[in-house]
């Protein structure tokens, strides 16, 4: 409630009868800056520059420590989305807002607005189980817990390891709950076009959780099926080479001309969207912050004055 100048004790009064409490700040960030319990104020000190703050429902009930123990707890696996609040579900940002404890990769868990009420447990990207672990114990002693992933939790994120942990006899009563959110293959596909707008694959080119000769295999099943492709994890510092050696295994399948969605950062403040060809696709325009699309036989690059869409048509 802003402007409260003489209206201030009718302020006061209305929050008092209706039994809440607010906060009362003056002259903020400044060196005269004041804040305290609206009740507590004299009228007759407050200034223009003065607010008062009724929270809403969750900010104003956090969890007594009474309700800690008693299986109030959960696991919530959300993701955020593939980069600001823009492209977070209203489901999930509600469930952020709930939660008591935030458990996931470091970067991912700098995206939630911050909230003094949670206690952060940012982890190093590769420890899955151990983290799983830690939300589900903090889930077990009545904590709400959600943990985060980037884009959607389900896709190469942390839903599967959090439901693999959650499996144990011992987590058998904690809640697990995992919510959808927008994959990052949606948001470049959509950046692009509609290049994903028939029928595609989703893979990770990541070779440090399955052998590369399964990735070779996957890639050419789905060249030869003549699938649209999304390549996630395309390239980091530590595997360099094998976007290059996707792009040749995916040559002998597939027309040189076939179009290439090159998506980095879509949606962030680095986004860059490029569209190559097949053996045109250059490795060093590629990083770990970008997904590949890669066209199949009907993907159309089509030119709209000055810009250009990649679509696939529904019907072959
Ligand atoms: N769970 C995430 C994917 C995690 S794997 C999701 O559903 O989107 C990480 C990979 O996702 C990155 O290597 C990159 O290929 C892709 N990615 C995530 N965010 C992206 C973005 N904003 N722009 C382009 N690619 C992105």
Do not use: C
């Not at 009718?10 to 060196?31: I, Q, S």
């Not at 492209?87 to 996931?104: H, S």
């Not at 950046?191 to 028939?198: N, Q, S, W």
């Not at 510092?237 to 094998?242: H, L, M, T, Y």
Request: charged letters at 20%; aromatic letters at 4%; zero cysteines.
């Amino acid at each position: 409630m802003l402007k409260l100048g003489r209206t201030f004790t009718t302020v006061r009064d209305a929050v008092a009868d209706a039994g809440r409490r607010a906060f009362y700040v003056e002259r903020a960030t400044t060196d005269r800056q004041r804040t305290g319990d609206l009740a507590d104020v004299d009228p007759s000190s407050v200034p223009y520059f003065a607010i008062a703050l009724l929270p809403g429902a969750v900010a104003a009930a956090p969890p007594t420590d009474d309700s800690v123990g008693r299986g109030v707890g959960e696991v919530a696996v959300v993701g955020t989305g593939p980069a600001g609040r823009d492209w977070t579900t209203p489901q999930v940002a509600a469930v952020l807002a709930a939660a008591d404890d935030l458990v996931g990769y470091g970067p991912y868990l700098d995206r939630v607005p911050p909230n003094p009420r949670q206690t952060r447990y940012p982890s190093d990207n590769r420890v899955e189980a151990e983290r799983a672990a830690h939300a589900l114990d903090l889930a077990a002693a009545g904590r709400r817990v959600a943990v985060v992933s980037a884009g959607d939790p389900g896709v190469f994120a942390m839903a599967a390891a959090v439901l693999e942990v959650a499996a144990q006899p011992k987590y058998v009563d904690v809640a697990v709950r995992v919510l959808p959110g927008v994959t990052a293959s949606s948001a470049v596909a959509a950046a692009a076009g509609a290049p994903l707008g028939h029928d595609h694959a989703v893979i990770s080119l990541s070779d440090r959780l399955k052998p590369w000769d399964v990735v070779v295999a996957r890639l050419v099943a789905a060249a030869q099926a003549d699938l649209a492709i999304a390549i996630y994890n395309p390239r980091s510092k530590a595997r360099p080479w094998q976007v290059g050696a996707a792009r040749d295994v995916l040559l002998e399948h597939r027309a040189p001309d076939t179009p290439v969605v090159v998506g980095r950062d879509v949606g962030g403040a680095g986004e860059r969207v490029t569209v190559t060809t097949l053996a045109e696709l250059d490795p060093e325009q590629v990083d770990m912050r970008t997904l590949l699309i890669v066209g199949s036989s009907t993907t159309r690059v089509v030119t709209r004055g000055a810009t250009t869409v990649v679509l696939t048509p529904r019907r072959y």
